[in-house]
């Protein structure tokens, strides 16, 4: 049996902050409890918000930490091809659709529903599940939008996937001192999901479960956040013939008033905390972890 490996696989879309590095740490915990090793994945999908500089800053705030990783990272840019192949596969098994829809578009058409007293139930995130408007676009008007180059996104026709796969669908989860289980899946509250961008091939759902197979990936530690979304990877796992890892979904720091850390709200990044004057021994300490963690 080949020793476990797992992966950190940030975006760079930002600087880090304490929900990364907690995170990166608890990879690093586990893989050495396990007997294992740890890859870091950039997972730099996002033409426009991967800049070069964010992924040095990645890199370099990691490093900081004392985190060691085999060189060189996976980058998620490098591997379209492969994902343009596995999106392909889907369409032309009528699993995955083109949609035409910006999401202004989607947003109009949810509320047009809501006023007719048809309101349209949330995926796992909150966020209103896709009406399924180009789902019932016939193939000829397809076919000609297409080709006249208008942009289109690809999602995951549900209710087809389920018949292909019909379940029942679970995933492993497993506790870090060492016990497993089997955690039951319910794709279908995901709705039509967003499997391929208007940009690129591919999106986080659709890598995420190609990269952990490509990679051979074991475990995955991740936040709570994405528990919900395994669901739907199960189900994209099973339709790709993939073999699903064990996952580990870990409590998310928060900030003083409770809410998850995040670039987007401005939390403060391992930079700034850097800048401060702050020593990674400080950082590993706060988060609870030993100073050798990762060496």
């Known amino acids: 049996m080949s020793a476990p490996l797992l992966r950190f696989a940030p975006s760079p879309n930002g600087r880090l902050h304490l929900g990364h590095?907690?995170?990166?740490?608890?990879?690093?915990?586990?893989?050495?409890?396990?007997?294992?090793?740890?890859?870091?994945?950039?997972?730099?999908?996002?033409?426009?918000?991967?800049?070069?500089?964010?992924?040095?800053?990645?890199?370099?705030?990691?490093?900081?930490?004392?985190?060691?990783?085999?060189?060189?990272?996976r980058r998620q840019s490098e591997h379209m091809a492969t994902y343009r192949d596995a999106l392909g596969g889907l369409a032309r098994r009528g699993l995955?659709?083109?949609?035409?829809?910006?999401?202004?578009?989607?947003?109009?058409?949810?509320?047009?529903?809501?006023?007719?007293?048809?309101?349209?139930?949330?995926?796992?995130d909150g966020v209103p599940l896709y009406p399924g408007t180009c789902r019932q676009l016939l193939p000829g008007e397809v076919d000609a939008r297409r080709a006249?180059?208008?942009?289109?996104?690809?999602?995951?026709?549900?209710?087809?996937?389920?018949?292909?796969?019909?379940?029942?669908?679970?995933?492993?989860?497993?506790?870090?001192?060492?016990?497993?289980?089997?955690?039951?899946?319910?794709?279908?509250?995901?709705?039509?999901?967003?499997?391929?961008?208007?940009?690129?091939?591919?999106?986080?759902?659709?890598?995420?479960?190609?990269?952990?197979?490509?990679?051979?990936?074991?475990?995955v530690v991740r936040g709570r956040d994405l528990e919900a979304a395994t669901d739907l990877h199960a189900l994209l796992q099973r339709l790709l013939g993939l073999t699903g890892p064990r996952y580990h979904h870990h409590v998310l720091i928060l900030d003083e008033a409770g809410a998850k850390l995040a670039k987007s709200r401005g939390s403060a990044s391992l930079a700034d905390l850097r800048a401060a004057g702050t020593a990674p021994a400080g950082i590993r300490a706060q988060l609870g972890f030993p100073d050798d963690v990762g060496r």
Do not use: K
């Open 21 to 73: 590095a907690y995170s990166a740490l608890l990879n690093a915990a586990i893989a050495r409890r396990l007997g294992g090793r740890l890859l870091l994945r950039i997972e730099d999908i996002d033409p426009v918000r991967s800049r070069p500089e964010l992924v040095a800053g990645l890199v370099d705030d990691l490093a900081w930490l004392g985190l060691r990783f085999p060189e060189p990272p």
């Open 96 to 124: 995955a659709y083109p949609c035409f829809c910006s999401r202004g578009a989607v947003s109009a058409r949810v509320a047009a529903l809501a006023a007719a007293g048809r309101p349209v139930a949330a995926d796992p």
């Open 148 to 219: 006249a180059g208008e942009p289109h996104a690809w999602r995951l026709d549900m209710a087809r996937a389920l018949e292909a796969e019909p379940g029942p669908h679970a995933f492993a989860a497993f506790d870090p001192e060492g016990g497993e289980r089997r955690v039951a899946a319910n794709p279908a509250r995901w709705g039509d999901a967003l499997i391929g961008r208007r940009d690129v091939p591919t999106s986080y759902h659709l890598s995420v479960v190609l990269d952990d197979a490509d990679q051979g990936i074991t475990h």
